[in-house]
Nanobody, 124 residues
Framework: QVHLVESGGTSVQTGGSLRLSCVLS????????MGWFRQAPGKEREGVSA???????TYADSVKGRFTISKDDAKSTLYLQMDSLKPEDAAMYYC??????????????????WGQGTQVTVSS
C-alpha cells in the first residue's frame, strides 16, 4: 500500500522561500508519476506541479519561474522548492501519485494516492 507523507509547510513572509518534502513508502517512487497540488479555503484543489519518471516537469502558470519540482529516488522523496512566495500561494499542499504509465498532469482526479497535506501560510 502506497503511503505519502508531506512535510515542510510553515508560515513565511511574502517573498520568502520554502521547500516541501513528500516521502513515498510502500513501493518504489520511480514506479510513479508524482505531483503537488494545493487547496485554499473555499477553493477547489488545483495542480501546482508534476513530474514524470523521466524527470520532465510541468507547472501551473501561476508558479512558473518561482517553484521547482524535483525527486530523489534513492530517498523516495519528492520536493517542491517554492521561491518568491506570494500571499495567494497560501494553501494546504498535497503530494499525489499515479502509475508511471501515465504522463504528468495537473488534474487532481487522475491521481490515485494522496498525502494528508502540509499547510503553507504566507503573510504580507
Amino acid at each position: 500500500q502506497v503511503h505519502l507523507v508531506e512535510s515542510g509547510g510553515t508560515s513565511v513572509q511574502t517573498g520568502g522561500s520554502l521547500r516541501l518534502s513528500c516521502v513515498l513508502s510502500g513501493d518504489r517512487i520511480w514506479q510513479y508519476t508524482m505531483g503537488w497540488f494545493r487547496q485554499a479555503p473555499g477553493k477547489e484543489r488545483e495542480g501546482v506541479s508534476a513530474i514524470d519518471t523521466d524527470l520532465s516537469a510541468t507547472y501551473a502558470d501561476s508558479v512558473k519561474g518561482r517553484f521547482t519540482i524535483s525527486k530523489d529516488d534513492a530517498k523516495s522523496t519528492l520536493y517542491l522548492q517554492m521561491d518568491s512566495l506570494k500571499p495567494e500561494d497560501a494553501a494546504m499542499y498535497y503530494c499525489a501519485a499515479k502509475s508511471r504509465l501515465f504522463r504528468a498532469t495537473l488534474r487532481p482526479n487522475e491521481y490515485n494516492y494522496w498525502g494528508q497535506g502540509t499547510q503553507v501560510t504566507v503573510s504580507s
